[in-house]
């Protein structure tokens, strides 16, 4: 099986959001490329539709650098005490703590594209919106736990396929 990270073609796109998917992302981890097992790395590619953005999320098991090559992606990560932005253009690199929320914006006026880097083999993935309206937790404890009513809860959980 040839792995090319070059080609945009047979892109995985993350289906289970249910919404307007406008990012696509080809993944080499070592669930697709047994190779990587034991050498502590892994890659992606990742496209970005004009106006497309990427949730808010973590990779609870690696450090990821993003390398854009075509297109402006507006990229950052908080901390308790502060926010890291910044607008990228092709050849500018940033970097995203292990652990550490999250996301990309396509900022620009065409399509974004860029390599990511991982300091695992499997730097698993946690999406913020997923975590919170994608289960079956009960609406009515997510309301009481964030600044949502229930309402509100009970909308974002019919995007995620949540229920409850």
């Known amino acids: 099986m040839k792995l090319s990270l070059w080609e945009n073609h047979n892109i995985s796109c993350f289906q289970r959001l249910r919404i307007n998917c406008r ?38 098991a690696a450090t ?39 996301f990309q914006v396509n900022s620009g006026n065409g399509k974004a594209t860029a390599f ?11 999406l913020l919106d997923l975590l919170l309206f ?5 609406s009515e404890l997510i309301a009481e736990t964030t600044f949502l009513d229930v309402a509100q809860v009970k909308k974002v959980k019919g995007r995620f396929g949540g229920r409850g």
């Not at 047994?34 to 973590?58: E, F, Q, W, Y």
């Open 64 to 102: 990821e650098l993003l390398i854009v090559v075509e297109g402006q992606i507006t990229a950052g990560f908080m901390t308790p005490s502060a926010v890291y932005s910044k607008t990228l253009k092709a050849g500018d690199v940033m970097v995203f703590p292990q652990g550490q929320l999250h």
């Open 116 to 126: 990511l880097a991982f300091s695992s083999a499997n730097p698993g993935a946690q």
């Open 134 to 138: 994608g289960n079956s937790l009960p």
């Open 23 to 60: 990012w696509c992302h080809k993944t080499s981890v070592v669930t697709d490329f047994p190779g990587l097992n034991g050498l502590g790395v892994s890659a992606a590619r990742l496209d970005i539709a004009k106006g497309g953005s990427i949730p808010m999320h973590t990779h609870p």
